[in-house]
């Protein structure tokens, strides 16, 4: 018989019977359930969410197993968040019994470890929320509507399409929980539960230079959502570069010019405001890291021709950017 990870799984730190508690977390659940809702998760699975928050349930992982939703119920990243303790030495002997337990699908640890990078950066960077009809929004969850705001209709006449908008966030605490689930910014692969061989954390490549551009474009005031991007931490960051020192960059016309946009991006960003030192700090701590650290030659040489003005590009802080100019760009595409 296998041994149990969870037998001596300590539930103190949940407490049902004290009303000031349960009114507090009543509170915080109806962020996280706009948070699971924005993530797909459907009824089941957000019943056995709850279950956990309020009063510290684990799934029923044996009745699970056949369990087929890819959207997954409590995976990692849940598990590690909405545990009523945020003190990190509590929470890495969690982290260890989730990731050896063999109750735990081996999907339910990677969906935590994706959730992040998905919320924390992709959505983060995109403006930190997701978008759902109004009319589905008020029938699957009425009593969340009118918490959501509402987003210009869309259409140049009727019948007009609304939207509302759910933001999506971990209160402030991504850099927290990446700290918690990557610990070593060198590890790239990890034994699952009954697997022989290793498996890959989810990769990080120079691809990410583009959507943290996005991020230096965004309007502001940044909400909760796009405030907390998770790149501009320096573990997280060490992270994707140990990943990417060595990588090589792809030559292609169309992925040159994406990157070159975001590398013009990154050494141009200018702060708007005084509440916008984050995404300034974070494109000065980019242009270090690419000035002073190990690359690859071709990414020296492209970082190179970007800091010394060999790009320009109309209109590059706009979604829809314009012309992008490079003696180096061109030369790719006569090549091509």
């Not at 030495?89 to 470890?113: C, N, T």
């Not at 009727?158 to 939207?163: E, K």
């Not at 060490?238 to 030559?251: F, G, I, N």
Request: glycine content about 4%; charged content about 25%.
């Amino acid at each position: 018989m296998k041994p149990d990870a969870f037998k001596d799984f300590d539930t103190s730190y949940w407490q049902p019977k004290n009303k000031v508690w349960m009114a507090e977390r009543e509170q915080q659940w109806r962020e996280i359930e706009k948070l699971l809702y924005g993530q797909h998760k459907g009824k089941k699975a957000t019943a056995i969410i709850k279950r956990y928050f309020f009063k510290g349930t684990l799934p029923d992982w044996e009745k699970l197993q056949d369990w087929d939703n890819e959207d997954g119920h409590l995976d990692l990243m849940l598990f590690l968040y909405l545990h009523p303790c945020q003190d990190e030495e509590v929470l890495r002997p969690l982290r260890d019994a989730y990731m050896s337990s063999y109750q735990v699908k081996p999907r339910d640890i990677m969906a935590g470890l994706y959730s992040l990078t998905s919320i924390a950066c992709i959505t983060s960077c995109g403006g930190g929320f997701r978008v759902a009809h109004c009319e589905v929004v008020e029938k699957e969850i009425p009593h969340l509507a009118s918490e959501l705001r509402a987003l210009p209709p869309v259409g140049k006449k009727p019948p007009y399409i609304y939207y509302k908008e759910l933001l999506m966030h971990t209160q402030g605490n991504n850099e927290r929980l990446f700290r918690l689930m990557r610990p070593d910014p060198k590890q790239v692969s990890f034994h699952l539960p009954g697997e022989q061989h290793k498996t890959r954390m989810p990769a990080y490549s120079y691809d990410d230079l583009w959507t943290w551009s996005q991020w230096l474009t965004l309007e502001l005031p940044l909400n909760l959502g796009a405030q907390d991007m998770l790149f501009q931490y320096d573990l997280p960051l060490e992270t994707w570069y140990c990943q990417c020192v060595l990588d090589s960059v792809p030559t292609s016309y169309a992925y040159l010019q994406l990157l070159l946009i975001a590398l013009y991006r990154i050494a141009n960003f200018k702060q708007q405001a005084e509440d916008d030192e984050r995404r300034a700090h974070f494109s000065r701590k980019l242009i270090c890291m690419f000035n002073e650290r190990e690359f690859t030659p071709a990414f020296k040489t492209i970082w190179e021709h970007v800091k010394t003005g060999g790009v320009e590009v109309e209109s590059p802080w706009e979604h829809e950017y314009g012309a992008v100019s490079s003696a180096l760009l061109d030369a790719t595409r006569r090549a091509e």
